[in-house]
């Protein structure tokens, strides 16, 4: 067995004026937690240094830009990469990346994973970017994901760490089947999908009672369907008046929940995840190799 202990590191709500520092404490908070129950690696959520900011319509790009982060780590992040090293634990979070590449200026949703070492091992910049791009006034909230970031160009990829093959995704990539399956197919065995998903959808306010279920079941089926770990971890609670899901949770590759979080605030839940339990999906009724019939589906990789 290769045992790879791993935290789900939920936060519960950060207000817009909550600066980093105030953010990163919670987030070593979560981290000596984890080191007394022997975690090897704590995954937090998507943007987890600030506020879930793209609910506002914001027309100053300097007011949007303070969003982002200019360097990784930085001033602010550095104590949390400190103490983790310190403690020998590795960790992943999302944030809002700016990089000047080209003599030009992008802005990605972005996730990266640091090894027990304290060095950054795998960066991850989201692919679907849900939401809209113009200001749409009669929702409760706005979703300007599309606004603020550029989708990801670099395909989902994997990296070895922590004695296995690790892979991230983040929020809306884990509703694509798609996500799992290029994942597993690049041979990963835990993928790591920090999310911020609001109880109301204002688009189809019908399945605002769904929405924890949907959460669970579009991660436990490519869990299943892909022989591989699943760690989802929620930024959860009423976040400057908009309520965000929790149930942050550790995915077995047999589908099964093994741990999930029970509250809508900063918690940790703890499994010591046997990588090689892939194997008992992948050797026998999702044996790719045996079974999987690629020519069949040209319309998958048609676009
Ligand atoms: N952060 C993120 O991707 N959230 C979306 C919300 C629904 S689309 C407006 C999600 O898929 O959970």
Not at 48 to 60: H, I, K, Y
Not at 93 to 118: K, M, P
Not at 195 to 206: D, G, K, M, Q, S
Request: with cysteine; charged share 25%; hydrophobic share 40%.
């Amino acid at each position: 067995t290769r045992m790879l202990t791993v935290g789900a590191a939920q936060l519960g709500p950060i207000a817009r004026q909550d600066s980093r520092r105030d953010v990163v404490e919670r987030m070593i908070a979560l981290i000596e937690k984890a080191a007394a129950r022997g975690v090897g690696l704590v995954v937090f959520p998507e943007l987890a240094l600030t506020t879930f900011f793209p609910r506002w319509f914001m027309e100053d790009q300097a007011e949007v830009d303070a969003f982002f982060e200019t360097s990784m780590p930085n001033a602010d992040t550095q104590p949390l990469f400190d103490r983790a090293r310190a403690l020998k634990i590795g960790f992943s979070f999302g944030y809002g990346e700016l990089v000047e590449e080209g003599g030009e200026t992008h802005r990605y949703n972005t996730a990266i994973l640091v090894d027990a070492a304290g060095n950054i091992v795998h960066r991850y910049r989201k692919i679907h970017l849900p939401g809209h791009s113009e200001h749409e006034p009669w929702r409760a909230f706005q979703h300007l994901e599309k606004r603020y970031f550029e989708p990801g160009m670099e395909p989902f990829s994997t990296c070895e760490a922590f004695g296995g093959v690790l892979s991230q995704a983040i929020c809306n990539d884990r509703r694509w089947p798609e996500t799992y399956r290029e994942a597993s197919l690049r041979g990963a065995e835990m993928l790591l999908i920090g999310y911020n998903t609001p109880v109301h959808y204002p688009l189809a306010p019908e399945h605002d009672h769904l929405q924890c279920f949907h959460n669970h079941l579009c991660m436990q089926a490519g869990a299943y369907a892909n022989g591989i770990w699943v760690v989802g971890v929620a930024k959860a609670g009423k976040e400057e008046g908009c309520d965000l899901i929790g149930q942050s949770c550790i995915i077995a590759p047999t589908g099964e929940i093994v741990a999930m979080a029970s509250t809508l605030g900063d918690e940790l839940v703890v499994h010591d995840c046997d990588l090689d339990r892939c194997d008992e999906i992948r050797r026998n009724i999702f044996n790719f190799k045996l079974h999987r019939r690629p020519d069949m589906y040209p319309m998958l990789s048609a676009g």
